[in-house]
């Protein structure tokens, strides 16, 4: 017997979501301190403008990789909490289909009596 059918039934949450969004909330942290660095060397009167243009540009960057990484966890876990919950109402209905299924039985078999 294989277990094709119950894993084609209830499909988990892929993990790429999670793993891509650690990976984005990482790199853009650490554009985000590549940017605060160059925006701290470039306020400086002997650098060239463009240094401190290019760290700000760097910080927004950044951070919109971290939201975007954020968002990324978010989504997988609201999914994997959406899945979770089906999982036990679908236990829930075969529990209580079972009570009435065997109660209804029982009852037939006492009124046969």
């Known amino acids: ?3 094709y059918g119950y894993y084609y039934e209830r499909p988990k949450t ?3 979501y999670f793993n891509l969004g650690v990976f984005s909330c990482t790199l853009g942290g650490l554009v985000f301190t590549v940017g605060i ?3 701290v060397l470039g306020s400086s009167p002997y650098e060239p403008e463009a240094l401190w243009i290019s760290g700000i540009v760097l910080l927004l960057l950044g951070g919109l990789l ?3 990484g954020i968002g990324s966890i978010g989504l997988y876990q609201s999914r994997e909490d959406k899945r979770k919950k089906e999982l ?3 236990a829930a209905r075969q529990y209580v289909a079972s009570v009435r299924g ?3 039985s029982l009852l037939t078999l006492v009124e046969h009596v």
Do not use: N
Request: hydrophobic share 45%; no cysteine; net charge positive.
């Open 14 to 16: 892929p993990k790429r």
């Open 37 to 39: 660095i160059l925006v």
């Open 1 to 3: 017997m294989t277990t």
């Open 88 to 90: 036990q109402r679908a």
């Open 66 to 68: 971290f939201f975007m």
């Open 102 to 104: 065997g109660g209804s």
